[in-house]
């Protein structure tokens, strides 16, 4: 009997009006293919309204990593280029939990007490950015009060000018 994977990518896509949906989809396929502890779960904005509601989702490209306790990873937009790294490593910290945050990270993370989001945003081309969304991955993995949002600010200029 084949085991559960360990991970879940829920993936949000339209046909129409997002050009990156279909190369985001392709690679997460090739992610799940690859990998058996990961499984993709491939749902439709348009079509798929309630879970899109469940999940908080309102624009796509949407990747959400998942694992047992911690749904708390997602990127909009996508996580291609410099940013595939971070992608690879959020799967591989949601399966295992192993974070290296040293013990004094840790005990500052046990201190919150109320729900935060760290939002990293990114444009494809940063060398800086991967670092940022490592940090914010781990800290949502370690703690169940963080959650971490990678944003493509060249697909959401929308939410730059929003968070100034």
Same mark, same amino acid.
């Given at each position: *009997?084949?085991?559960? =994977?360990?991970?879940?990518?829920?993936?949000?896509?339209? @046909?129409?009006?997002?050009?990156?949906?279909? =190369? /985001? !989809?392709?690679?997460?396929?090739?992610?799940?293919?690859?990998? =058996?502890?990961?499984?993709?779960?491939?749902?439709?904005?348009?079509?798929?309204?309630?879970?899109?509601?469940?999940?908080?989702?309102?624009?796509?490209?949407?990747?959400?990593?998942?694992?047992?306790?911690?749904?708390?990873?997602? +990127?909009?937009?996508? =996580?291609?280029?410099?940013?595939?790294? /971070?992608?690879?490593?959020?799967?591989?910290? $949601?399966? @295992?939990?192993?974070?290296?945050?040293?013990?004094?990270?840790?005990? !500052?993370?046990? #201190?919150?007490?109320?729900? *935060? #989001?760290?939002?990293?945003?990114?444009?494809?081309?940063?060398? +800086?950015?991967?670092?940022?969304?490592?940090? $914010?991955?781990?800290?949502?993995?370690?703690?169940? %009060?963080?959650?971490?949002?990678?944003?493509?600010?060249?697909? %959401?200029?929308?939410?730059?000018? !929003?968070?100034?």
């Amino acid at each position: *009997m084949d085991a559960e =994977p360990s991970v879940r990518i829920v993936f949000f896509e339209q @046909t129409f009006g997002c050009d990156t949906c279909a =190369p /985001t !989809r392709r690679v997460l396929e090739q992610i799940a293919e690859d990998n =058996p502890d990961v499984a993709l779960e491939t749902l439709n904005l348009v079509l798929d309204q309630e879970k899109a509601a469940e999940y908080g989702v309102d624009r796509v490209p949407a990747v959400i990593i998942s694992a047992p306790g911690c749904d708390r990873i997602r +990127y909009y937009g996508a =996580p291609l280029g410099n940013e595939l790294p /971070t992608l690879l490593e959020a799967i591989h910290i $949601a399966a @295992t939990g192993e974070t290296a945050f040293s013990e004094q990270n840790r005990t !500052r993370l046990k #201190t919150l007490s109320a729900p *935060m #989001t760290l939002q990293v945003f990114f444009t494809p081309t940063c060398v +800086y950015c991967p670092q940022m969304i490592s940090l $914010a991955n781990r800290a949502a993995i370690e703690s169940p %009060f963080v959650s971490a949002v990678a944003i493509d600010a060249t697909e %959401f200029p929308d939410l730059v000018r !929003r968070y100034n």
